[in-house]
T-cell receptor
Framework: GAVVSQHPSWVICKSGTSVKIECRSL??????MFWYRQFPKQSLMLMAT?????????EQGVEKDKFLINHASLTLSTLTVTSAHPEDSSFYIC??????????????FGPGTRLTVT | DQQVKQNSPSLSVQEGRISILNCDYT??????FLWYKKYPAEGPTFLIS?????DKNEDGRFTVFLNKSAKHLSLHIVPSQPGDSAVYFC??????????????FGTGTRLQVTL
């Protein structure tokens, strides 16, 4: 089946630095990808929708200047956490619709990236 | 505003027995529902789904039931196996708005299947 990868799987950074997380669809193309974050013992919260060739759309309450999203190609989306602070420590997960676009119900999820900001 | 809720944070079931995981939603516009299974430090994996025009969908040991009038769905696993131990999330989609892929997740239920 289709696979979505994320890199890195975990990262520790100092407060004030920026961190980039990559999400790749390995054997299919995705014009749309999604970024979620999950705090311990909580639900997956959708942060933003990454759109190839256009700007990302952010969910209410998510700072677009802090969480920069770039959908560079049909197989790659990146999330950059700028000027990270300890409260940004979380598990970040990306997903891509099984049919590659926004009209597909089922999604393939990446393995997630654990970010720890010290 | 939690539109999709899983009121039981955890569930323990004996191997071989039936596991029933419940999910309630508030938005009547949701038209497609999915169940995902998640292990710690991994992304969710798709289990089974159901369209709002159906009330039941079965796939092997997994069956999802949908009660639209009650805005309730449930996942039945029978027989339960130790490998089923994980966190289960239900998710809902507003497919009729043109963004089918945008999912709203429940809070999850941790299932533990004991020997």
């Amino acid at each position: 089946g289709a696979v979505v990868s994320q890199h890195p799987s975990w990262v520790i950074c100092k407060s004030g630095t920026s961190v980039k997380i990559e999400c790749r669809s390995l054997d299919f193309q995705a014009t749309t990808m999604f970024w979620y974050r999950q705090f311990p013992k909580q639900s997956l919260m959708l942060m933003a929708t990454s759109n190839e060739g256009s700007k990302a759309t952010y969910e209410q309450g998510v700072e677009k200047d802090k969480f920069l999203i770039n959908h560079a190609s049909l197989t790659l989306s990146t999330l950059t956490v700028t000027s990270a602070h300890p409260e940004d420590s979380s598990f970040y997960i990306c997903s891509a619709p099984s049919l590659g676009g926004p009209y597909s119900y089922e999604q393939y999820f990446g393995p997630g990236t654990r970010l720890t900001v010290t | 505003d939690q539109q999709v809720k899983q009121n039981s944070p955890s569930l323990s079931v004996q191997e071989g027995r039936i596991s029933i995981l419940n999910c309630d939603y508030t938005n009547s516009m949701f038209d497609y529902f999915l169940w995902y299974k998640k292990y710690p430090a991994e992304g969710p994996t798709f289990l089974i789904s159901i369209s709002s025009i159906k009330d039941k969908n079965e796939d092997g040991r997994f069956t999802v039931f949908l009660n639209k009038s009650a805005k309730h769905l449930s996942l039945h696993i029978v027989p339960s196996q130790p490998g089923d131990s994980a966190v289960y999330f239900c998710a809902a989609s507003l497919g009729n708005t043109g963004t089918a892929s945008k999912l709203t997740f429940g809070t999850g239920t941790r299932l533990q299947v004991t020997l």
